[in-house]
């Protein structure tokens, strides 16, 4: 086996992954210009170019996407090769990166100090996004999201109770607007949309009536991508909003909202930490865990 077979594999995999040099360096630590020299030389080696640069851009050659098809698996190992030897030392630290949805920043956001106070060798980073991500490809050390909407081959672990949906609007509108009794009368109420990726349709409202599951296709004002703005929109008087009963508690509490058709609304089964599946867990991932599950719970 050559030598040098490995060497700017990772930078690579790090440069196509975020399709920028600067961000790839910022990542790894080191400077862009070390991070396009080290390319050059894969480059050079593999006999091809595997990026094609601009100047507001890098996109991958053909030869690139062959290359990081490989590539990237291999690096992946690597890297939970690395993280195995780590944990036998047993020191949480490190980068930790979490992918969530807006729908579980307000349950995380007070832990965040704690947690930070706690392990001080650990660095925090949490990428709040809405749409399903493969935490796998987009570097992610574990992702958190509703238990159903987690695939099967991820190692799931609890961090909320099951709780229900629920259909929110703020006093002003139903005082404007009325109460609906059924969830047909929506169609004749304004509501705020929802759409979970820039490509993806609006999310049809689910309720159950009788044993029997009715989705109903909404309208409104407002379509918006993320739990917060949906809520803020809600309190607002814009429209009425289906959510989590357990994430406007407060908001309920305070009276900025009213719910509605509790009769109609469905069960979730709660919101999961989840990671790819792997003979041992990394002492930063771990630490979390063990911090969040206590807390929340």
């Known amino acids: 086996m050559k030598r040098d077979l490995f060497d700017g594999v990772a930078v690579f995999v790090e440069v196509a992954r975020r399709r920028s040099f600067t961000a790839a360096a910022?990542?790894?630590?080191?400077?862009?210009?070390?991070?396009?020299?080290?390319?050059?030389?894969?480059?050079?080696r593999?006999?091809?170019?595997?990026?094609?640069?601009?100047?507001r851009d890098v996109a991958l050659t053909e030869a690139g996407r062959a290359f990081l098809d490989h590539a990237a698996s291999g690096a992946a190992a690597v890297n939970a090769g690395l993280e195995a030897v780590q944990a036998l030392g047993g020191r949480p630290a490190g980068r930790l990166r979490l992918n969530i949805p807006s729908v579980a920043q307000g349950l995380l956001e007070p832990l965040i100090p704690e947690?930070?106070?706690?392990h001080p060798e650990i660095e925090l980073e949490l990428h709040v996004e809405d749409r399903l991500v493969n935490i796998v490809e987009d570097g992610f050390d574990a992702g958190v999201r509703i238990g159903e909407m987690i695939a099967a081959d991820m190692v799931a672990v609890r961090l909320t109770p099951p709780s229900t949906f629920c259909i929110a609007g703020s006093p002003d509108y139903f005082a404007r607007h009325g109460r609906p009794e059924r969830p047909e009368d929506l169609k004749a109420h304004v509501c705020v949309n929802f759409r979970?990726?820039?490509?993806?349709?609006?999310?049809?409202?689910?309720?159950?009536?009788?044993?029997?599951d009715i989705e109903?296709?909404?309208t409104g004002p407002l379509i918006?991508?993320?739990?917060?703005?949906?809520?803020?929109?809600?309190?607002?008087?814009?429209?009425?909003?289906?959510?989590?009963?357990?994430?406007?508690a407060p908001l309920i509490e305070a009276?900025?909202?009213?719910?509605?058709?509790?009769?109609?609304?469905?069960?979730?089964?709660?919101?999961?930490?989840?990671?790819?599946s792997r003979d041992q867990v990394a002492p930063k991932l771990r630490a979390f865990i063990d911090f969040a599950t206590a807390r929340l719970r």
């Open 26 to 44: 910022r990542e790894l630590g080191v400077t862009p210009a070390a991070v396009s020299w080290t390319v050059k030389q894969l480059e050079a």
């Open 46 to 55: 593999a006999g091809a170019p595997l990026l094609a640069r601009t100047t």
């Open 115 to 118: 947690f930070c106070a706690a």
């Open 196 to 212: 979970q990726s820039a490509r993806g349709g609006l999310y049809r409202w689910e309720f159950e009536d009788g044993g029997r």
């Open 216 to 218: 109903v296709a909404v």
């Open 224 to 248: 918006v991508n993320t739990n917060t703005l949906m809520l803020s929109a809600c309190v607002a008087g814009v429209g009425l909003a289906y959510s989590m009963t357990d994430l406007i």
């Open 255 to 276: 009276g900025l909202l009213e719910t509605v058709l509790g009769p109609f609304m469905p069960e979730n089964p709660g919101l999961f930490l989840y990671f790819p």
